[in-house]
């Protein structure tokens, strides 16, 4: 009892870890906490029995809300990163119409490609 209780005690600090990784951007070292979190998380309610889950009902809770805490700093994350592109992809065709329009890349084919069978 008391060794799940820990376990899942280390698993809410791990979480709260991750949470400050996510909200800081650091989403490899985030990653690393959430395997390392879901697997204590398991160790803890692994074979568990109902008077056990009953006495650690308001740790697993705790867990929950805690899950979607982080479940909504990823969305947020992702959006963010979603939009970075997004506004990448537009930055990066005014550019390449720049270029076409400065005269670096010719518009439409490039003739010189071809060879001409005439014979001079």
Same mark, same amino acid.
């Given at each position: ?18 949470? &400050? $990784? ?9 990653? +690393?906490?959430?395997?390392? %979190?879901? %697997? ?5 309610? $692994? ?11 308001? &740790? ?28 990448? %992809? ?8 720049? +270029? ?5 890349? +010719? $518009? ?13």
């Amino acid at each position: 009892m008391t060794e799940r209780r820990q376990l899942l005690d280390e698993a809410l600090c791990m979480g709260r870890a991750e949470l &400050q $990784h996510l909200v800081a951007g650091e989403v490899q070292e985030a990653e +690393k906490l959430a395997m390392a %979190r879901s %697997r204590k998380a398991q160790q803890a309610i $692994h074979g568990i029995d109902k008077v056990t889950l009953q006495e650690l009902a308001d &740790q697993l809770i705790a867990l929950g809300s805690l899950q979607e805490e982080l479940t909504s700093e990823a969305k947020k994350l992702q959006d963010t990163v979603k939009q970075e592109l997004m506004n990448l %992809r537009k930055q990066s065709r005014r550019f390449s119409a720049y +270029k076409v329009g400065a005269g670096y890349v +010719k $518009h439409g084919f490039n003739r010189s490609r071809f060879l001409s069978k005439k014979v001079e």
